[in-house]
């Protein structure tokens, strides 16, 4: 029997007003990025594009932050389902929510494609909620390999390609 990919139950929200909604990846994209982010099992992710005063009330409220962050991550029942688990069969749950404007503007500072910047970042929060982290040095490096090694599946270049240089 053929294995079959994890299966990814996805609902994107804009909740973006017009300058924003024009500068957002389209939902195939963010389909495409989620769905390639996947390790494990099967997973029901929202990724819910936000502009500055929800993405800096979230970042203040959830994590003590009074500013805009441009991801955040937030996981449901966690270790039911996560790969490795013997949890069950619960599918990884969670939401990313993702601050357009400042995506945008980071992708301007760092002299980024905007759509690979976004990729990244699909990339970087889905691996946060099946349980990788940056912490400390071994996991952020085995973090950071993971997502340069999809990112460059998905035809986009190594994101810390420039800090190392």
Known sequence: MIDSPPQLALT??????????DNAPSSGDVRRWAQAALQGGDAEVTVRLVGAIEGRELNR?????DYATNVLTFVYGEGEGMPGD???DA???GDLVLCVPVVVREAAEQGKPLAAHFAHL????M???QGYDHEDGDEAEEMEALETRILAELGYPDPYA???A
């Open 127 to 129: 691996l946060h909620l």
């Open 61 to 65: 409220d959830f994590r003590g932050r």
């Open 91 to 93: 599918p990884l749950a």
């Open 162 to 164: 420039e800090r190392s």
């Open 86 to 88: 013997d949890a069950g």
């Open 12 to 21: 994107i929200q804009k909740a973006i007003g017009k300058a924003n909604r």
């Open 122 to 125: 699909i990339v970087h929060g």
